[in-house]
Every structure is written in structure tokens, then in C-alpha cells.
């Protein structure tokens, strides 16, 4: 009797155990099919992505050398030691070029850049020109103390040029003179100011472009591409002159070899004539130069944001 009573109890009470496995089913069956919808939509209607246009100017004139370098931390090591002798040297060859055939000769020139360059760019990058010097710092390439110390190597570097040529032509009798530019007219000074101008912005912007091509796979390129812009900077600058203002060896386009060419040998009957001259001579070929070598280097970092090379 008690076994009857307790099956009787027991149906009297059914389990709710099936019902709640049903509506979990049921549940996960529903989420399943709004994932479904939602995985659906949205292969159908993609979201739009919106990017922001990025400025190609943004780090234009951030720092491209050493962070770290400056007049405390460059004489740490002797690499700028090597630096300094590179830039000594080639500008010591450069002016050893430039005062044996004059600047009328620029396939000469170009052969003579081009084995220079080779010679030394590992060294220091091969400024040899202080107009490239002060491009490179204007864009932040160099550091000021480095870009200071190159200015100093190379002015001394063109004085031994100067030397070593003038001790030969002393050594054969002076049968032979040293080519000298010709004095400034001021009538056309502004005619030779654009010369100076336009060429070293050709050299500048050469020069730019090369540092894409600085490694020592592309030592052959680098050089060429140096060599081309001081070339056709040459070229530019004699046919001006030449067919234009009729005139020969005003111009140099750098201002290391310009103070042995121009400035040192300066003559005038009083001291008020030889400041004159000395001012004109130093605004033409010196300071110009530097302008217009970072104007050059500008118009090349411009146009490589603006094709965003890399």
C-alpha cells in the first residue's frame, strides 16, 4: 500500500525539467538566427569607413640627425675627427680643380665631383661646399656644432688647395697665373646675384635628393647625382654669363673656394674701396650661396612630402 501511494504522489507531480531544456533550446535557436541577421546585414551594407587626410608637410622640418649630438657629446667619440679630415681633403682636391682649370670646364668638373664624392661621402657626406653645409643644417640634416666644424674644415681645406697650387706656380718661374674671377661690376650685379642664386638652388636640390641614395650599395649613384647637379649648375651658370652679360669668371657657387678665388686676393687704393668691395664680394658669393643651397634643399623636401616618398 505505502508503494502505491508514493507512485500515485509522484505522477501527481510532473517534472519541469523537459520544459526548461526546451525554452533554453529555444532561447540559443533565437540568438543563433539575430546573429545570423545581423552577420548578414552587415555583408550587405558594409560600414564607411572615414579617414582623416594627413597633412604630408606634418614633421617637415623635425630633426633627421642625431638628437643627441651637440657641443658637449660630439668630440666623445673620433668619428667627427674622420668627418672633419673628409671635409678637409675634398675641399682641398675641389679647390685644387677649380683654381688649375677655372670653372669653365665643367666636364672636367664633373669627373672630378664624381671621384671626390666617392672618396669621401662615407666619410662625411661629402659637402666639400659650405652653401651645402648650411642647406643641410637649415633642414635639419646636421647638427649646428657639425655643420660649424665642416664650414671651418672646408674654408681651410681650400686655403691648402690654394697653397699647394700658387707653391707650383712660384716653383716654375710664375709662368703660369692662377685664374682670377673677374671684379664685380655693380652695374650687374644683380644679373650675377640670380647667378649665384639659381645655381647654388640646383646644387642644393641635388644634393637633397642624393642623401635617398646614401648607402654604400648606392656610393656610385650618389656621387653621379652630385656630380649632374653641380654640372648642369656649371653649365647654367657659363652660358648666362657667357651669351647674356658677356662676362667670364663671375661666379663660383661656393663660398670656401670663392674667399681664395675672390676675397683674399682683394685690391683697392684706400681701405674704404677694399671694405666695399669685400662686402660685395661677401654678399654675392657667400652669403647668397647659402640661400639659395637652402632654398634647393626646401624645394627638394617639398616635393618628396608631397609625392609621400618615404
Not at 502505491?4 to 529555444?26: I, L, M
Not at 540568438?31 to 552587415?42: L, R
Not at 641635388?206 to 642623401?211: K, P, V
Request: net charge positive; with cysteine.
Amino acid at each position: 500500500m505505502a508503494n502505491t501511494k508514493s507512485k500515485k504522489t509522484s505522477s501527481k507531480k510532473p517534472s519541469t525539467k523537459p520544459k526548461a531544456a526546451e525554452k533554453s533550446a529555444k532561447t540559443v535557436k533565437t540568438e543563433a538566427a539575430a546573429t545570423k541577421k545581423v552577420a548578414t546585414t552587415a555583408k550587405v551594407a558594409p560600414a564607411v569607413v572615414t579617414t582623416k587626410k594627413q597633412n604630408p608637410f606634418k614633421g617637415f622640418f623635425a630633426r633627421k640627425c642625431d638628437p643627441n649630438e651637440n657641443i658637449l657629446t660630439i668630440f666623445k667619440g673620433h668619428r667627427i675627427w674622420g668627418a672633419i679630415l673628409g671635409e678637409l681633403i675634398g675641399t682641398m682636391l675641389l679647390s685644387i680643380v677649380l683654381l688649375t682649370l677655372g670653372a669653365y670646364q665643367p666636364l672636367y668638373i664633373m669627373f672630378a665631383m664624381v671621384g671626390i664624392t666617392m672618396a669621401v661621402y662615407a666619410i662625411s657626406g661629402a659637402h666639400v661646399n659650405p652653401a651645402v653645409t648650411v642647406g643641410m643644417m637649415a633642414s635639419r640634416r646636421v647638427s649646428a656644432i657639425r655643420g660649424i666644424l665642416y664650414i671651418v674644415a672646408q674654408v681651410i681645406g681650400a686655403w691648402l688647395g690654394l697653397m699647394i697650387v700658387n707653391a707650383f706656380r712660384v716653383a716654375g718661374g710664375e709662368a703660369y697665373d692662377i685664374p682670377e674671377m673677374t671684379a664685380i661690376d655693380v652695374e650687374k650685379l644683380a644679373p650675377i646675384i640670380f647667378v649665384e642664386l639659381i645655381g647654388a638652388a640646383i646644387i642644393g636640390f641635388f644634393f637633397a635628393r642624393a642623401q635617398h641614395y646614401r648607402s654604400p650599395k648606392g656610393a656610385f649613384t650618389y656621387a653621379a647625382m652630385i656630380a649632374g647637379g653641380v654640372t648642369i649648375a656649371f653649365i647654367f651658370a657659363i652660358v648666362i654669363t657667357s651669351n647674356y652679360l658677356s662676362m667670364s669668371n663671375v661666379f663660383m657657387m661656393n663660398p670656401a673656394i670663392a674667399i681664395m678665388y675672390q676675397i683674399f686676393p682683394s685690391a683697392a687704393d684706400n681701405f674704404g674701396a677694399l671694405m666695399g668691395d669685400i662686402a660685395l664680394a661677401v654678399l654675392t658669393y657667400i652669403i647668397i650661396p647659402m640661400i639659395g643651397s637652402v632654398i634647393g634643399f626646401f624645394l627638394a623636401d617639398a616635393s618628396s612630402a608631397l609625392a609621400d616618398e618615404a
